[in-house]
């Protein structure tokens, strides 16, 4: 397990515009064009959580790992669907490699992000921002068998704003509806019991959070960084 996270960077992103000015030097250009293809690639290495790909982010680093048998029913219907035993096993036997394939490159995933339709709460003026009702004992589930829940939940339960620019905040959203995206590495897998019942859980170390806002929760409008 890692040692305690706390947030370090905040930023208000509303009303923002990144524009390369018409005397820019050739030089600038070129880190420009440099910093977007790098951008390019660290995008390119996250993968979102979902009931498609939680499977093989979870069985990957399982120390138990569930049995081809039960794998095959994410790869297809037709296998879950099969008439009988017979055909089950010939869909079995194709199935495999692409469940091997899947769990190597799952193995080699680092950074893993989770998206989260939200609603916006009352500013708190005491505290000086918004509740997110994200956090300590919040978890996502993906189906009946895997769920996300956070390994260090510090820093995601508030939007830490001032006043004013909380103004600015919840008016760039409409009806108060946001998407928050939280991006972080895998810190543990384990089967635990959430409400009730037993989940294969995967515990996301977070390292930063964004907040989308605007008509279609496209814009990013907030986001806050995080170090061990």
């Given at each position: 397990m890692k040692n305690y996270k706390k947030?370090?960077?905040?930023?208000?992103?509303?009303?923002?515009?990144?524009?390369?000015s018409a005397a820019e030097t050739?030089?600038?250009?070129?880190?420009t064009e440099e910093a977007k293809k790098t951008a390019?690639?660290?995008?390119?290495?996250v993968v979102t959580l979902s009931h498609d790909t939680v499977v093989w982010a979870y069985e990957a680093r399982a120390?138990?790992?569930?049995?081809?048998?039960?794998?095959?029913?994410?790869?297809?219907?037709d296998y879950s669907n099969a008439e009988d035993e017979f055909e089950r096993q010939e869909l079995l036997e194709k199935i495999k490699p692409i469940i091997k394939k899947r769990i190597q490159e799952a193995s080699k995933q680092?950074?893993?992000?989770?998206?989260l339709d939200k609603y916006l709460n009352e500013y708190d003026f005491q505290q000086k921002g918004f509740p997110t009702e994200v956090g300590e004992g919040s978890f996502v589930t993906h189906g009946n068998v895997y769920a996300t829940l956070f390994a260090n939940p510090e820093?995601?339960?508030?939007?830490?704003?001032?006043?004013?620019?909380?103004?600015?905040?919840?008016?760039?959203?409409t009806n108060r509806k946001y998407k928050v995206e939280i991006t972080g590495t895998i810190d543990a897998v384990k089967e635990m019991a959430l409400n009730g019942y037993r989940y294969k859980t995967i515990q996301l170390w977070p390292t930063?959070?964004?907040?989308?806002?605007?008509?279609?929760?496209?814009?990013?409008?907030?986001?806050?960084?995080?170090?061990?």
């Open positions: 947030y370090i960077i905040t930023s208000l992103l509303v009303g923002m515009t990144l524009s390369v050739p030089a600038a250009k070129v880190d390019s690639v660290k995008k390119e290495k120390e138990l790992p569930s049995t081809d048998k039960k794998l095959a029913e994410y790869v297809s219907s680092e950074v893993y992000t989770i998206v820093g995601l339960d508030f939007i830490r704003v001032n006043k004013e620019d909380a103004k600015k905040l919840m008016k760039s959203l930063k959070m964004v907040i989308y806002g605007g008509k279609n929760q496209k814009e990013k409008v907030w986001e806050t960084s995080f170090e061990e």
